[in-house]
């Protein structure tokens, strides 16, 4: 079982950025895939990046491509989420989320879960 701990939300301006840490417990963090993932007021949380566990294989959502970073460092069992030129669509909290095997892109595909960081981006 992995835990995760999310960390670095907080309140920008447009145009901003952030850099949204998930620090996991456990030996084999390196075995498993991680996802990044948000949900704001009123929807459905939504895919928003993930990496496989080398960092060879690296997935974005359509809205985020070219401003998000995801990365990892296994050596510090964690990863990251580098989020460039904010928009108030970014507004939510962010998740990250484990799971064994390659990465996935649908909530239900993860295995684990953090408590969610709150980004807050006003125009």
């Known amino acids: 079982q992995v835990q995760l701990v999310e960390s670095g939300g907080g309140s920008v301006q447009a145009g901003g950025s952030l850099r949204l840490s998930c620090a996991a417990s456990g030996r084999t963090f390196s075995s498993y895939a991680m996802g990044w993932f948000r949900q704001a007021p009123g929807k459905e949380r939504q895919y928003v990046a993930a990496?496989?566990?080398?960092?060879?294989?690296?997935y974005y959502t359509d809205s985020v491509k070219g401003r998000f970073t995801i990365s990892r460092d296994n050596a510090k069992n964690t990863v990251y989420l580098q989020m460039n030129s904010l928009k108030p669509e970014d507004t939510a909290v962010y998740y990250c989320?484990?799971?064994?095997?390659?990465?996935?892109?649908?909530?239900?595909?993860?295995?684990?879960w953090g408590q969610g960081t709150q980004v807050t981006v006003s125009s």
């Open positions: 989320a484990a799971r064994y095997g390659p990465p996935g892109v649908g909530v239900r595909s993860y295995d684990y």
């Open positions: 990496i496989n566990w080398n960092g060879g294989t690296i």
